[in-house]
């Protein structure tokens, strides 16, 4: 996932990136704000989240996940659009079926909001051959051809405005690394260069250019968070190919369901928030983290690293309306699962 930039979000990162890479004495800190915006109308956690601009103005989106109670407890087909200027929530249709869906991965890409994967809401646990398009302007929903291997919890990115890009996830009898491409135009799936290593799901990272971070995830659930961050240059002539390298780990132990997304601005991906236990599942309310990783795709170092006032986790990714990244639900401290439009604030900070 990567963020067209937007002038009040290039004069923040804009100066960050400057200082850093000719001058290594500062870098990038996530600074602790209290949200004023519109809380989400139902709350809800592995939600799948994008961004869309219409008409210079930004809107998100949160489709299905799992809520606290009622019929939103084992996952929902909620949908639900938000209007950043007019700081309000709208109810949109919801999903096509009878059932809801929780790890579903969500991307916009022209004018459309992508929805692929996810698994059944209802207890069972089974995979989900989704592939919907949504179209804000007539608020309908568009089946589409189901990925070749279906999977949950996965990693999406959108590369040149035009291709889905489906990294690793949850799939039947267990994890898988294999990398998914949609052509949005032709609307046909191809595979792409495989994810090094065992496959894994709940990870988080971003895609910025024709470069894709990726990091963290459980290769069981339950399961101790993985190691092993990769960076991968997708090949212009040909997307299908990836050249895959290896990265460091951002600081301290390694992530499952965090949220992350690429900042086209300053070629940064920004990682917030997640769980590094190995005892309990996100429906068991795992630990969350406070914590925030910036990486640099360019130097392929970890630049910057925060702390939020909230800590939260089950992210299916972030969202920006162009002054600042937000996370939409998930689970706070206690595995509560909320509905708070939570900021992530960027700027550059002395090393001390």
Same mark, same amino acid.
């Given at each position: 996932?990567?963020?067209?930039?937007?002038?009040?979000?290039?004069? $923040?990162?804009?100066?960050?990136?400057?200082?850093?890479?000719?001058?290594?004495?500062?870098?990038?800190?996530?600074?602790?704000?209290? $949200?004023?915006?519109?809380? =989400?109308? +139902?709350?809800?956690?592995?939600?799948?989240?994008?961004?869309?601009?219409?008409?210079?103005?930004?809107?998100?989106?949160?489709?299905?996940?799992?809520?606290?109670?009622?019929?939103?407890?084992?996952?929902?087909? @909620?949908?639900?659009?938000?209007?950043?200027?007019?700081?309000?929530?709208?109810?949109?249709?919801? @999903?096509?079926?009878?059932?809801?869906?929780? /790890? +579903?991965?969500?991307?916009? +890409?022209?004018?459309?909001?992508?929805?692929?994967?996810?698994?059944?809401?209802?207890?069972?646990?089974?995979?989900?051959?989704?592939? @919907?398009?949504?179209?804000?302007? $007539?608020?309908?929903?568009?089946?589409?051809?189901?990925?070749?291997?279906?999977?949950?919890?996965?990693?999406?990115?959108?590369?040149?405005?035009?291709?889905?890009?489906?990294?690793?996830?949850?799939?039947?009898? /267990? $994890?898988? #690394?294999? !990398?998914?491409?949609?052509?949005?135009?032709? *609307? *046909?799936?191809?595979?792409?260069?495989?994810?090094?290593?065992?496959?894994?799901?709940?990870?988080?990272?971003?895609?910025? %250019?024709?470069?894709?971070?990726?990091?963290?995830?459980?290769?069981?659930?339950?399961?101790?968070?993985?190691?092993? #961050?990769?960076?991968?240059?997708?090949?212009?002539?040909?997307?299908?190919?990836?050249?895959?390298?290896?990265?460091?780990?951002?600081?301290?132990?390694?992530?499952?369901?965090?949220?992350? %997304?690429?900042?086209?601005?300053?070629?940064?991906? !920004?990682?917030?928030?997640?769980?590094?236990?190995?005892?309990?599942?996100?429906?068991?309310?795992?630990?969350?983290?406070?914590?925030?990783?910036?990486?640099?795709?360019?130097?392929?170092?970890?630049?910057?690293?925060?702390?939020?006032? !909230?800590?939260? =986790?089950?992210?299916?990714?972030?969202?920006?309306?162009?002054?600042?990244?937000?996370?939409?639900?998930?689970?706070?401290?206690?595995?509560?699962?909320?509905?708070?439009?939570?900021?992530?604030?960027?700027?550059?900070?002395?090393?001390?």
């Amino acid at each position: 996932m990567a963020w067209k930039p937007f002038a009040a979000l290039i004069a $923040t990162l804009a100066l960050a990136a400057c200082a850093l890479r000719p001058d290594p004495a500062t870098k990038p800190t996530a600074q602790a704000l209290v $949200t004023d915006r519109a809380a =989400m109308p +139902v709350a809800l956690a592995d939600n799948a989240v994008a961004a869309l601009e219409r008409d210079g103005r930004p809107f998100f989106y949160s489709v299905a996940g799992q809520g606290s109670a009622g019929p939103y407890r084992d996952g929902s087909r @909620l949908a639900f659009e938000y209007d950043a200027l007019e700081d309000r929530w709208h109810a949109l249709p919801p @999903l096509p079926g009878a059932r809801g869906l929780v /790890g +579903v991965a969500a991307a916009g +890409v022209g004018g459309r909001l992508y929805l692929v994967g996810g698994t059944w809401g209802d207890g069972s646990d089974r995979l989900a051959r989704t592939a @919907l398009a949504f179209d804000p302007a $007539t608020r309908t929903y568009t089946s589409l051809p189901t990925p070749p291997l279906p999977v949950a919890h996965a990693l999406i990115g959108v590369y040149a405005e035009r291709y889905l890009v489906l990294v690793a996830g949850r799939a039947e009898g /267990g $994890t898988v #690394s294999a !990398v998914q491409m949609f052509d949005t135009e032709a *609307e *046909e799936w191809f595979p792409a260069s495989q994810l090094p290593g065992p496959g894994r799901f709940g990870h988080a990272g971003g895609l910025v %250019g024709d470069t894709l971070l990726v990091t963290g995830g459980r290769r069981a659930p339950g399961g101790t968070p993985v190691a092993g #961050s990769w960076a991968g240059t997708i090949n212009p002539d040909d997307p299908s190919v990836i050249d895959w390298e290896p990265v460091p780990d951002p600081p301290g132990a390694p992530l499952f369901a965090a949220a992350g %997304g690429g900042v086209a601005a300053s070629g940064w991906v !920004v990682v917030a928030g997640g769980t590094a236990s190995a005892d309990l599942t996100p429906a068991e309310g795992a630990p969350a983290r406070a914590a925030v990783h910036v990486f640099d795709l360019d130097s392929r170092q970890w630049i910057g690293e925060g702390r939020r006032r !909230v800590a939260t =986790m089950a992210h299916r990714g972030l969202v920006s309306d162009g002054d600042q990244i937000y996370t939409l639900g998930g689970r706070g401290p206690g595995g509560v699962i909320t509905g708070a439009v939570i900021p992530v604030a960027l700027g550059p900070q002395p090393r001390g």
